[in-house]
């Protein structure tokens, strides 16, 4: 490609807070419940990557068509995939597009065609706008893209007030917050970003089970374990899945039976000071038993808080929310959870609420 930039390019981040931002040079978006794509064209030549760096052509051929007929012969624009149905985003039905059988996916892409909408610019012909701030590239962006032919521009805007109303108002139509960007240059890989969504959630690695108690061990599982990477990349215990119904604790056991190993793992034999799952503690005397899984499978989850120095956990079990096939076990790290706001306990005892 003659791209002044070329893929794989890991797109910018966010980092989690509780609300809209009053002050700040903010420039607000809606957040898309979809897959993050970095599109790059060179004359016939349409490259979709994912979050990961992966190519997701093969999965979305519509799209890919409609980018060769929407965008510009030679730019880079950052974007999601979404799948809209029964008049709202369906991330569910945007999953199914992730399968092996070319078939399915021709199928899929005439019954439930996926759009993208495009929000950032980072190339056009031989100009690279990494370095130009927000506004500007925006403005380019708005030349470039007429919406339609399920090619979108993200709506945006720069008053908190409308942000948080959209972020009220488009919950019924499937997105889930509002992203929230400084008005500077475009940050591969960094979270320089705010996001607010509707819940707290986290994208885990799977790597361990417990088959459940009342069953034959191997035929339903009682609860997924979670991990999630240090800065240093060590995978630690950070909790528990286990609201299952009956049903889905057996579909579960199948699913999952491939992934069972007795290799290497990163909660087998190491004893760094990483969190592991089982370990003796104060409600419980004796190691508890748990399987391996290879560490491939990623899940979202909702939380409520965590707990604990750093490397933190849960302090209840995750809500499963849905697998995440396009996300890579190595992108779920500590940095996405948010943080609470810290308060000096004594002016707290005060009847003050002050940060420390």
């Not at 370990?279 to 965590?306: C, F, M, S």
């Amino acid at each position: 490609m003659a791209l002044p930039l070329t893929p794989p390019v890991q797109p910018m981040l966010a980092n989690a807070v509780d609300a809209i931002p009053t002050g700040g040079d903010l420039v607000f978006e809606p957040k898309w419940d979809g897959y993050r794509c970095l599109v790059f064209r060179d004359g016939d030549e349409v490259v979709l990557q994912s979050r990961s760096g992966k190519p997701l052509n093969r999965y979305f051929p519509e799209a890919e068509a409609a980018l060769r007929r929407g965008l510009p012969d030679r730019v880079v624009v950052d974007g999601e995939l979404v799948v809209a149905k029964d008049d709202k985003l369906d991330f569910d039905a945007l999953s199914e597009r992730i399968h092996p059988a070319a078939s399915r996916i021709a199928l899929l892409s005439r019954t439930t065609p996926a759009g993208f909408v495009a929000f950032d610019l980072l190339a056009l012909g031989d100009r690279l706008l990494l370095e130009e701030p927000t506004h500007r590239r925006r403005r380019v962006l708005e030349d470039l893209i007429t919406p339609g032919d399920s090619v979108y521009l993200t709506p945006s805007t720069a008053d908190p007030e409308l942000a948080r109303q959209w972020f009220e108002l488009f919950e019924g139509a499937g997105l889930d917050g509002v992203i929230g960007k400084p008005d500077g240059p475009y940050v591969p890989g960094k979270r320089v970003m705010v996001k607010v969504k509707h819940a707290r959630t986290a994208e885990c690695v799977v790597a361990g089970l417990r088959w459940h108690k009342d069953t034959e061990p191997g035929t339903a599982v009682g609860s997924l374990l979670l991990g999630l990477h240090d800065a240093q990349g060590v995978l630690h215990h950070v909790g528990v899945v286990g609201s299952f119904k009956a049903a889905e604790r057996r579909e579960l056991a199948r699913e999952l039976s491939g992934l069972i190993t007795s290799g290497e793992h990163p909660w087998v034999g190491h004893e760094d000071g990483r969190r592991l799952p089982g370990e003796i503690n104060r409600w419980r005397g004796k190691h508890a038993d748990w399987v391996p899984l290879r560490p491939e499978r990623v899940i979202e989850i909702a939380y409520t808080q965590t707990e604990g120095a750093a490397p933190a956990r849960l302090r209840h079990n995750g809500q499963f929310r849905r697998w995440r096939p396009d996300r890579e076990p190595a992108s779920c790290g500590y940095d996405q959870l948010e943080q609470p706001a810290r308060y000096d306990v004594e002016s707290v005892l005060r009847g003050e609420v002050r940060p420390a």
